[in-house]
Nanobody, 126 residues
Framework: QLQLVESGGGLVQPGGSLRLSCAAS????????IGWFRQAPGKEREGVSC????????NNANSVKGRFTISRDNAKNMVFLQMNSLKPEDTAVYYC???????????????????WGQGTQVTVSS
């Protein structure tokens, strides 16, 4: 069974950091581009960051540039999202998603992705 599982979410104060992990089971991530999305209450799902299958190409949304970094370790079958300088507006459920291509044509389009995790809650509050 193909599955993605996110972890690492939690409650953090503004200015703090979290590192989200996305682990795959049932398939190898080597051939999949990966995206991170988030969804806040009452808002649409928003693309945050994406990475090519090799890790050689990354893209970040303007709202997180300079603060979030996506990376992957194909040997461990995992993808990460390092989030620094967190703001209250970063509060959302964060999802990782896998696309069956090396490079996604549009990182911000959820329809480009084939497999999704269940999400992990990130809350930024003092």
């Amino acid at each position: 069974q193909l599955q993605l599982v996110e972890s690492g979410g939690g409650l953090v104060q503004p200015g703090g950091s979290l590192r989200l992990s996305c682990a795959a089971s049932g398939f190898t991530l080597d051939y999949y581009a990966i995206g991170w999305f988030r969804q806040a209450p009452g808002k649409e799902r928003e693309g945050v960051s994406c990475i090519s299958s090799s890790g050689g190409s990354t893209n970040n949304a303007n709202s997180v540039k300079g603060r979030f970094t996506i990376s992957r370790d194909n040997a461990k079958n995992m993808v990460f999202l390092q989030m620094n300088s967190l703001k209250p507006e970063d509060t959302a459920v964060y999802y990782c998603a896998a696309a069956s291509v090396a490079v996604v044509a549009n990182c911000w389009d959820p329809d480009q992705f084939d497999y999704w995790g269940q999400g992990t809650q990130v809350t930024v509050s003092s």
